[in-house]
């Protein structure tokens, strides 16, 4: 069982660019945030995998970047020029798949981390 840990969050200003990282206990093929308002179902933001790969959510392209440090097994997500709608649950899930898998489907992730509520203020 690999156990994931999430840093950041918290409040921060619109405008503002947010850092996320989440920590594996282990190594897994991919690495992914998600995320989730409260009475909606969770929705992917990006996913990175240990061959290089990337996936962004089509409606967060140009703001979002991830990164996979594998020698830590840390992945690393900054979301540029922040809006209130970014206000959240950031939820960090791992799995054996690709990245090429995609977003869609919270089952590809066998792993998943209690996440870090983000608050965006005007």
């Known amino acids: 069982q690999v156990q994931l840990v999430e840093t950041g969050g918290g409040s921060v200003e619109s405008g503002a660019t947010l850092n996320l990282s989440c920590a594996a206990s282990g190594p897994t093929n991919t690495m992914a945030w998600w995320r989730q308002v409260p009475g909606k179902g969770r929705v992917g933001v990006a996913v990175?995998?240990?061959?290089?790969?990337?996936e962004y959510a089509d409606s967060m392209k140009g703001r979002l970047s991830l990164s996979l440090d594998t020698t830590t097994n840390t992945a690393h997500l900054q979301i540029y020029r922040l809006t209130s709608e970014d206000t959240a649950k950031y939820i960090c899930a791992a799995g054996w798949g690709v990245a090429k898998w995609g977003l869609t489907s919270p089952t590809n992730y066998e792993f998943w981390g209690k996440g870090t509520q983000v608050v965006v203020s005007l």
């Open positions: 990175v995998d240990r061959f290089g790969g990337t």
